[in-house]
C-alpha cells in the first residue's frame, strides 16, 4: 500500500499540470437548426443549402433551406459543410494509451479463442486519443480487441463519454476471427529466408478455427454442461444477432472465409482488410459479404502493384457492387484514426465520387457495423451525431470543425493538444 | 598409384626398405588442350612423380614408361574451384539469439578488439580431408580447391588442396596461404554485437586496415595477433565473398580506397547492371546456382513472386555469357550449388544461353590458377605443372562427352571406364531355339535393356562390369514366374557375343549375341531433333524490377504551358505562368514563353511546383541502423544505398524528388547520412549528391537508452538521458584531443569516427538529430554551444514547440512529424500545432516522414500545417520542399522554382495541398522520372511479361526440371527504431 499510495504521488506530480479530458457535454435540452450548409448525407446525397433540426438528439428535419422552418437556437452554416460523425471500426481506441507502454494497453487477452471477452470492459473513456478525434470530425468507433485466432467481441462508442457504460451505443456487436494467413514468413533467426512462402500448415490452421466453430455449435445445443464460455459466446454469432468479423487479407483466404460462411451458414460476416478483396468482389457480392478495407495510406503489398493501388481499392469494390467501409488498423492506429476522412479522401482523389467516398466513413460503415437505424447518415430520427466543418471534410485543409454534436450534445472541440498549443502560444506571446 | 608419390626422402622407414618410383606414364594419341587457346593434335603427354615431365608431339618415349594409348580421346587440365569450403565445417551460431544480453566486448584477447575481424584463422586446425566430398569434385571433373573457414568479416587465409585421395596431406596441401578471404558477414564464433549492420561491417574493415598500417609503421606497445597476420596476408590474393552484385560494388569501394584489389565472389546478379560491373576491374569469381522455376501452377500462390524474381529465373543463366561478351574475366565455383554434380548441367545451361567453350574452360582452370597465383603450376598442361588433367571421350562440354579419368598429382581417378566397350546397339538373341530382340541403349557404362519376344516385351534387367554382361528376363508366359538368365564376356567385340544361359527350368546352354547393323535401327534411334534455337531471355531494366525503364530517362528541354506556378520565391504564387527547363535547369519563368526547340506540355489548370524534399527517410538502404555501439560516426549510408527500392518509385509517384536517408536512432550518435535524388534506376552513387556539405544523426531519448528494448537490453551506456549528455561531452572532448595530436605534427592513430567528430566541430558536417522531449532538446544545444557549434536540425522534435524560441536563437531547424503521435511516452506531448508554433517563433520548419507509406503524400502532410495552427499555404508548401533543402544546404540547387536551379519539379492535377491532388509528372533534371500516363502502360506491360514469364515457368515444370515454392522476399520497410539483423 505504500509503495502505491508513493506511485500516486509520483502520477499526480507528473501529470499534475494537465488536467484530465474534456468534460462530456450535457443533454440536449433546446432544439438546434443549422441553415444555409452543404449537407452530405451519408448515403451518397448532398443538399448543397440545407435545413437541419435536431431536438432531443434526434434528428427531426432535414431538407432544403427554406423549405422547412426553423426550431430553437439557429445557426448560420450558409458556406460550410454539415456531415455525419465519421465512424472509425475496427479500432483499439481507448484500450490503449501509450503503445510502449504496457501498463497501458489492454488490448490483446492471452488464449487462442477469446470470444467471451470483451473490449468494451477497458474502453477508456477519458483516453486523451480519444478526445483528439472529435475535431477531425471521428465521432464514433467499433473498440475491438486483438490477437489470438477469435480476439473477443467489440462494442460501438461515441466519443464523448464519462465512462464505458455511457460510451457504448451498441454493445457486443461483433466477435473478431483472426483467420490463418495461406502465406508464412521464414523464420531469419533459425536461418530460414525471411521472405513471404506458402504457409504449410495453412489447412490445419483452418481446421483449428472450424472446429472450434462446431464445437461451440454443439455445446450450444446441448443442455447440460454449456458452462463453456468461449463456446457460449459464439450464441449471438450463431443466430444471427451479432456479426462475425473475419480478419483476412488474401484472395485465397478470402475465398475460404465465403466457403466457411455459408458451410456454417453464418447470417452476418463481414471481411476486415481484404487487401484483395477486390479480386473477387463478384463472389462478396453473390454473398452479399461487405468489408472494412485495409487502411487507405499504405504502401502495396506486392512490389509489382499499382503504386495507388491502396488508394484506389475501396473504388474498385464500389464499382463492383460490393459494401465497403474504411478502417485505420495497423501502425499507430489509434493517433491516426483521426486522419480517416484524409483516407476516404484519398479514395476521391483516386477517383471515386466525392459523396461516395464520404459514404466510406458514415453511411456504409453504419450498415457493416449495425448500427444504421442510429447514425451514419443525416436523416430523419436518428441521433444528431454530426458536425460542422468550414468546408470540404476530406481535405486537411478544410477540415476544420466549428461544431460537433453527438446526440445531439455539443461537445467539447478541445483537447489536451488543443490546450497545450494554446498554452504555448501563450507563453510566446506574453 | 600411391606409390608413385614419393614420401618425403628425409622421413625415416621402419616397414621395409626405402623405395622410390621415378618411372614415366606416357599418354599417346590424345588430342591434348593444354590450355583453352591451344591444342596439340595425336600429342603426347608424359608424367612422372605426379608432376608433367613434358607435354608436345612426337616426343621420345621414356624406357621406363608405361604407355597408355589415347587414339581419339582428349586430355584437358582438370578443373580448379577457387572458393569453397571443402573439409572445413562452418561453425555453428552460439545460442539463442534473443537469449541474454547484448556482448558489447571481444572474447578474445591479444588479437583486435573485434572478435569478427579473424585474419590469423589458419583453417588447417580444422581442416580434415573430406573423400567422399573429394570424390564428388574429382567426379565433375575438378583437381584442386581453395577452400577457407567461412566464418568472419576477415577469415584468415585459404588453403589451396589438390584432390589426391592416396597422397598424404603433405602431398595435396598445395599452399595453406594461397589467398585472404573476406565478407561482410559475422563470425558465428562469437556474439559480440558489433556490427549489427552491412555499413557497420564496411566501416570496420575501414577501420581494421587503417590500424594495420598505424600498428607496422609504429612501435605500438601492445600485441595484436589479427593485425599482425593480416599485415602478413597482405601480398595474397585477397578474395571477397560479396554474395550480391551490389555488395560486389560495396566490397571494391572499400579495396579501391585502400589499394586493394579485391577477387569477388558475386551473386550471379552481374548481368543486370554489367557497365558497373566491368567499371570494378575486379577479377569475379561466379556461382552457377541459377535459381529453380518457381511453381506457379496455382495463380493464388504465384502472386507472391514478384516480377523481378521470375525475371531473374529467365535472366540468371546469362549471366555468365553477359559476363564475357563483356570482358570481365571469372573464375565459376561450384559454391552455393546444392550438389557439385549439379555442375555440368549448370554449365549445359550457361553454354546455351551463349557462353563460350573456351571462355568457360578458362573460367575453370587459367583463370582460378591466375586467380590464386598459381598459373604455372595449374590450370594448364605444361611442363613442372601439378600432373592434373582429365581424359575424356569428346570435347569438353559438347553433348554426350564423357570424362572417362580424372588424375590428380599423377593420381588415377576413374570416373567413367573407358576401356569399357560400347554395347549399345539392337542384338539378335538366341537361347535354345528362341529369338529375341533386345535393344540395348543408355551410357555406355550403365547401359539398359528391353527384351522382346515376338511382339511380347519382357521383364528384364541388365548388368555390365569388367567387361561381363549379365541379363535376366522373363518368360512370355506371365502367368509363370520364371526367369531366363544369360552371362557372358564381350571380348571387346560387341557385334557378336556368346556365353551361359540358365533357362526357366535350371537347365545350362549356350547363347548368342548378334549385333544387327546399323542402319536397321536408325528409324527408331532417330530421335526429333530437339528444337535447337537460343533460350529466350527478356531484357534487362533498371532497375530491373517492375516499373523498371528499359533505358535510364533523358534530360529533356520542356516548356510547361500556362500553370499555376509554386515559386517558393518572393513571386509567390504565379497564375497562368510559363515554365522553361533547358539542360537539366530551369532556364526561364513568365507569360508566353518561347518554346524553341522544347517539348510542350499544357498545363491549364495544373500546378508546378519544386520536387519535394523528405528530410528524414529511410527508403532505398539495405540497413539504417548500426546499433552494435553508443556511437557509430564511422558508419554511413551512402555506403548501403540501394537503388532497386520499388519505394523510389513510388515517392516519384508522390512528387518527391531529394530525400536525406538518415541512420536510424539506436544510438545518440549514429552514422552519417546519404542525401540523394531519386533517379530511379541510376547507380547508387549516382543518386547521391556530390559537392554538398553532408549531415550525420544523432539522437536523444528513449530509443537511445534502449526504454523500450526489453529487460536485457540494460547493459549499454547511457541508460538515462543524464548520461546521454555525458557521452556526447566525453567524445567531443575526445574529438578536440584528437584534433590536437593530429594537428602535432606527430603520429596519431587515424581513427574514422573521430575524424567524423572533428568535421562537426569544424563545421564541415552538419547533424540531424532525433529528439522528442524539451529537456533533451535543450540539452543538446548547450552542448554544441560549449563546443562552439550549432546543431543543424532537430527531427521529430515534437516537443519543438516548449522551446521554440531557444530553438530561434540558437538557430537550428526543426523537421517535425505533421500529427504523430501517442506511440510512446516521450511523444504524449506531441501535438499537431508544432509546426505551426515553431515557424511562428522564426524557426525553420519541415515536415518529414521518416515513413516510406507517409513520404508518398507528404503534400498532404504539409497540408495539415494549414488544418492545425493555420499557416499560410504558400509557407505550409514550403515544409516540404523549399526549408528542407535549406536544412540540407542543397537549396542553391533545389527546392524552388527559380531560373538557375534544377529543373526538379512536379506537375499536380490539383491544388498541391489538396487531398484530391496527383503528381502527373515528376522530373529531376528535367528527366521524366515519372509520369502517369508512362505508369498506366507500365502496367500493361508488367502483366504481359508476367504471362509470359509464368508460362515459361509452367512450361519449365513440365518439361521435368526440378521447381521451387513461390516466395516474396523479404522487403523490410525501416523506421528510425528499425533494427535489422546482418547474420
New interface residues.
Given amino acids: 500500500m505504500k509503495n502505491l499510495s508513493y506511485i500516486f504521488l509520483l502520477l499526480i506530480v507528473a501529470f499534475g499540470n494537465v488536467t484530465a479530458q474534456q468534460t462530456p457535454a450535457k443533454n440536449q435540452t433546446e432544439a438546434i437548426t443549422i441553415t444555409g450548409a452543404t449537407a452530405h448525407i451519408g448515403n451518397g446525397e448532398v443538399i448543397t443549402n440545407s435545413i437541419i433540426i435536431f431536438e432531443n438528439g434526434k434528428i427531426t428535419n432535414v431538407g432544403t433551406n427554406g423549405s422547412i422552418a426553423t426550431k430553437g437556437k439557429v445557426i448560420d452554416a450558409t458556406g460550410k459543410h454539415v456531415y455525419p460523425g465519421f465512424i472509425a471500426p475496427n479500432s483499439t481506441l481507448g484500450l490503449v ?5 504496457r501498463a497501458t494497453d489492454d488490448d490483446s487477452e492471452i488464449g487462442g479463442f477469446n470470444p467471451h471477452i470483451r473490449s468494451i470492459i477497458a474502453y477508456n473513456a477519458e483516453s ?2 480519444v478526445e483528439s478525434m472529435r475535431p477531425n470530425g471521428v465521432l464514433i468507433a467499433q473498440t475491438t480487441p486483438r490477437g489470438g485466432w477469435i480476439s473477443g467481441t467489440s462494442s460501438i462508442v461515441q466519443l464523448d463519454a464519462w465512462n464505458w457504460e455511457d460510451a457504448a451505443i451498441k454493445t457486443d456487436d461483433g466477435i473478431h476471427m483472426n483467420w490463418p494467413n ?2 508464412t ?2 523464420r ?2 533459425l ?1 530460414e ?6 504457409n504449410k500448415k495453412y489447412q490445419e490452421q483452418v481446421t483449428t478455427l472450424t472446429d472450434f466453430v462446431t464445437q461451440a455449435k454443439a455445446t450450444i445445443k446441448s443442455k447440460v454442461g454449456n458452462e463453456n464460455l468461449p463456446h457460449l459466446a459464439m450464441q449471438r454469432v450463431f443466430n444471427g444477432t451479432q456479426t462475425l468479423f473475419v480478419h483476412v487479407g ?3 483466404a478470402i475465398l475460404d472465409v465465403l466457403r466457411f460462411a455459408k458451410e456454417q451458414q453464418l447470417q452476418k460476416v463481414v471481411i476486415v482488410g481484404g487487401d484483395e478483396a477486390y479480386k473477387v468482389a463478384s463472389q462478396l457480392k453473390q454473398q452479399n459479404i461487405p468489408v472494412l478495407l485495409t487502411r487507405t ?4 503489398n ?3 502493384d ?3 493501388l491502396p488508394y484506389k481499392n475501396a473504388k474498385l469494390l464500389v464499382d463492383a457492387g460490393v459494401l465497403v467501409a474504411l478502417q485505420n488498423s495497423g501502425q ?1 492506429e ?3 484514426a ?2 480517416l476522412p ?1 483516407q476516404a ?2 479514395v ?3 477517383g471515386l465520387e466525392k459523396e461516395k467516398a464520404v459514404q466510406l466513413i458514415t453511411g456504409n460503415s453504419a450498415k457493416i457495423l449495425g448500427i444504421d437505424d442510429m447514425v451514419g447518415t443525416l436523416e430523419i430520427g436518428k441521433d444528431a451525431t454530426l458536425f460542422i466543418s468550414i468546408g470540404d471534410a ?7 470543425l466549428e461544431k460537433a454534436f453527438i446526440q445531439g450534445r455539443d461537445v467539447s472541440l478541445e483537447s489536451h ?2 490546450k ?2 494554446k498554452r ?2 501563450g507563453k ?1 506571446s506574453r | 598409384m600411391g606409390s608413385i608419390l614419393r614420401a618425403q626422402e628425409y622421413f625415416p622407414k621402419n616397414d621395409g626398405v626405402k623405395t622410390s618410383n621415378s618411372n614415366y606414364t606416357v599418354f599417346t594419341n590424345a588430342t591434348i588442350h593444354t590450355s583453352p587457346e591451344s591444342e596439340i593434335q595425336n600429342g603426347m603427354l608424359i608424367i612422372q612423380k605426379g608432376k608433367i615431365a613434358q607435354v608436345g608431339s612426337g616426343l621420345s618415349i621414356p624406357k621406363n614408361s608405361i604407355v597408355i594409348d589415347l587414339k581419339g580421346k582428349h586430355i584437358y587440365a582438370s578443373f580448379i574451384d577457387p572458393f569453397t569450403n571443402f573439409g572445413i565445417q562452418k561453425p555453428k551460431r552460439q545460442g539463442n539469439p534473443f537469449g541474454g544480453s547484448p556482448q558489447y566486448d571481444a572474447t578474445r584477447e591479444g588479437y583486435y578488439w573485434n572478435d569478427h575481424i579473424r585474419p590469423e584463422t589458419n583453417p588447417l586446425h580444422e581442416f580434415k580431408y573430406d573423400k567422399k566430398k573429394a570424390d564428388e569434385f574429382i567426379k565433375a571433373g575438378f583437381g584442386t580447391v581453395n577452400t577457407h573457414m567461412p566464418d568472419g568479416i576477415i577469415r584468415g587465409t585459404g588453403l589451396l588442396v589438390a584432390l589426391n585421395n592416396e597422397g598424404t596431406e603433405g602431398d595435396r596441401l598445395l599452399s595453406d596461404a594461397s589467398s585472404q578471404l573476406l565478407s561482410f558477414s559475422k563470425s558465428n564464433k562469437s556474439k559480440q554485437i558489433y556490427p549489427t549492420s552491412l555499413m557497420g561491417s564496411m566501416a570496420l574493415l575501414r577501420q581494421v586496415y587503417l590500424d594495420a598500417k598505424w600498428y607496422a609503421n609504429n612501435n605500438v606497445d601492445y600485441k595484436d595477433l589479427s593485425i599482425e597476420a593480416l599485415n602478413n596476408n597482405k601480398s595474397l590474393p585477397q578474395i571477397f565473398e560479396a554474395g550480391s552484385r551490389i555488395n560486389g560494388f560495396r566490397a571494391d569501394k572499400i579495396g579501391d580506397e585502400f589499394n586493394i584489389q579485391y577477387i569477388i565472389v558475386g551473386g550471379g546478379d552481374e548481368y543486370a547492371r554489367i557497365d558497373k560491373v566491368k567499371a570494378t576491374n575486379a577479377k569475379y569469381i561466379i556461382p552457377l546456382d541459377f535459381p529453380d522455376a518457381y511453381d506457379v501452377s496455382d495463380p493464388y500462390m504465384a502472386n507472391l513472386v514478384s516480377l523481378g524474381d521470375m525475371r531473374h529465373w529467365n535472366q540468371a543463366p546469362s549471366n555468365p555469357s553477359v559476363l564475357q561478351k563483356n570482358g570481365v574475366q571469372f573464375s565459376l565455383t561450384t559454391h552455393k550449388l546444392k550438389k557439385i554434380g549439379d555442375l555440368s548441367k549448370r554449365l549445359e545451361k550457361a553454354l546455351k544461353h551463349g557462353l563460350d567453350k573456351k571462355t568457360a574452360l578458362a573460367a575453370l582452370t587459367t583463370i582460378p590458377a591466375q586467380i590464386l597465383g598459381k598459373e604455372n603450376v595449374l590450370g594448364t598442361l605444361k611442363k613442372g605443372a601439378h600432373a592434373n588433367f582429365l581424359i575424356t571421350s569428346k570435347e569438353l562440354f559438347s553433348k554426350d562427352n564423357i570424362i572417362y579419368e580424372n588424375w590428380v598429382q599423377g593420381h588415377k581417378n576413374i570416373v567413367n571406364d573407358m576401356n569399357t566397350t560400347d554395347i549399345t546397339g539392337s542384338y539378335e538373341l538366341s537361347v535354345a531355339g528362341k529369338t529375341y530382340d533386345v535393344s540395348i541403349t543408355g551410357k555406355p557404362t550403365k547401359p539398359k535393356a528391353e527384351v522382346k519376344l515376338g511382339e511380347t516385351k519382357l521383364g528384364s534387367k541388365i548388368t555390365y562390369t569388367n567387361d561381363w554382361v549379365t541379363l535376366t528376363f522373363t518368360d512370355a508366359d506371365t502367368s509363370k514366374t520364371q526367369y531366363t538368365r544369360i552371362v557372358g564376356a564381350i571380348n571387346k567385340n560387341p557385334k557378336f557375343w556368346t556365353g551361359k544361359a540358365v533357362l526357366p527350368n535350371g537347365s545350362e546352354t549356350s547363347f548368342t549375341a548378334k549385333q544387327k547393323p546399323e542402319e536397321a535401327n536408325e528409324a527408331s534411334k532417330k530421335k526429333p531433333e530437339a528444337a535447337k534455337e537460343a533460350p529466350k531471355v527478356v531484357s534487362v531494366t533498371y532497375p530491373n524490377i517492375a516499373y523498371g525503364n528499359a533505358a535510364l530517362p533523358k534530360s529533356e528541354n520542356i516548356l510547361f504551358k500556362n500553370a499555376t506556378v509554386w515559386t517558393n520565391e518572393s513571386e509567390g504564387i504565379l497564375k497562368e505562368t510559363d515554365v522553361l527547363i533547358k539542360n537539366g535547369k530551369i532556364a526561364a519563368i513568365g507569360k508566353n514563353l518561347n518554346a524553341g526547340n522544347a517539348k510542350v506540355i499544357d498545363a491549364t489548370g495544373k500546378h508546378l511546383t519544386s520536387g519535394i524534399v523528405d528530410e528524414h527517410s529511410h527508403i532505398a538502404a539495405a540497413a539504417i541502423n548500426e546499433a552494435g555501439h553508443n556511437s557509430t560516426a564511422e558508419v554511413t549510408i551512402e555506403d548501403v544505398v540501394s537503388p532497386d527500392d520499388i519505394n523510389i518509385y513510388r515517392n516519384l509517384a508522390g512528387g518527391v524528388t531529394s530525400i536525406q536517408i538518415l541512420h536510424g536512432s539506436a544510438n545518440p550518435i549514429g552514422g552519417r547520412s546519404a542525401i540523394i535524388k531519386l533517379k530511379w534506376g541510376e547507380s547508387a552513387e549516382n543518386l547521391i549528391y556530390s559537392n554538398t556539405p553532408k549531415f550525420i544523426k544523432f539522437a536523444l531519448g528513449e530509443n537511445v537508452k534502449q526504454s523500450n528494448w526489453g529487460d536485457a537490453e540494460r547493459v549499454r551506456f547511457p541508460q538515462t538521458r543524464m548520461g546521454v549528455e555525458q557521452l556526447y561531452i566525453d567524445y567531443f572532448t575526445r574529438a578536440k584531443r584528437y584534433e590536437q595530436q593530429k594537428n602535432s605534427g606527430k603520429p596519431y592513430r587515424k581513427d574514422i569516427e573521430m575524424e567524423t567528430l572533428l568535421e562537426i566541430l569544424n563545421g564541415k558536417r552538419f547533424i540531424s538529430c532525433h529528439s522528442y522531449v524539451q529537456s533533451e532538446i535543450n540539452m543538446l544545444m548547450k552542448v554544441a554551444e560549449k563546443f562552439n557549434f550549432r546543431i543543424n536540425t532537430f527531427t521529430h522534435i515534437l516537443e519543438g514547440y516548449k522551446v521554440a524560441d531557444k530553438m530561434a536563437t540558437h538557430g537550428v531547424a526543426g523537421s517535425t512529424f505533421s500529427d504523430w503521435w501517442a506511440y510512446k511516452y516521450e511523444v504524449n506531448d506531441a501535438i499537431p500545432y508544432n509546426a505551426t508554433i515553431m515557424h511562428n517563433q522564426g524557426v525553420l520548419v519541415a515536415i518529414n516522414s521518416d515513413d516510406g507509406e507517409m513520404s508518398r503524400r507528404l503534400n498532404q502532410e504539409a497540408a495539415k500545417s494549414v488544418k492545425y495552427g493555420g499557416v499560410s499555404e504558400e509557407e505550409a508548401w514550403k515544409f516540404v520542399t523549399l526549408n528542407p533543402a535549406k536544412m540540407l544546404h542543397i537549396d542553391d540547387r533545389v527546392g524552388s522554382i527559380k531560373v538557375g536551379k534544377d529543373a526538379d519539379v512536379v506537375l499536380w492535377t490539383d491544388h498541391p495541398l489538396s487531398i484530391y491532388a496527383k503528381a502527373e509528372k515528376t522530373l529531376i533534371e528535367g528527366a521524366t522520372y515519372f509520369d502517369l500516363e508512362k505508369d498506366k502502360a507500365m502496367r500493361r506491360s508488367i502483366a504481359n511479361e508476367r504471362n509470359e514469364l509464368s508460362t515459361m515457368l509452367l512450361q519449365a515444370k513440365n518439361s521435368g526440371l526440378k521447381t521451387q515454392p513461390p516466395k516474396k522476399k523479404e522487403k523490410q520497410h525501416f523506421h528510425c527504431d528499425t533494427v535489422e539483423h546482418i547474420h
Fill in positions: 494509451e501509450i503503445g510502449a507502454v486523451k486519443i495461406p502465406f514468413r521464414g531469419w533467426w536461418g529466408d525471411p521472405g513471404f512462402k506458402p488474401t484472395e485465397k495510406h499504405s504502401t502495396p506486392y512490389e509489382d499499382d503504386y495507388d499507430m489509434r493517433a491516426n483521426r486522419n484524409f479522401g484519398t476521391a482523389a483516386h476530406l481535405d486537411m485543409r478544410t477540415n476544420q493538444q488543443t497545450l498549443w504555448y502560444s510566446y
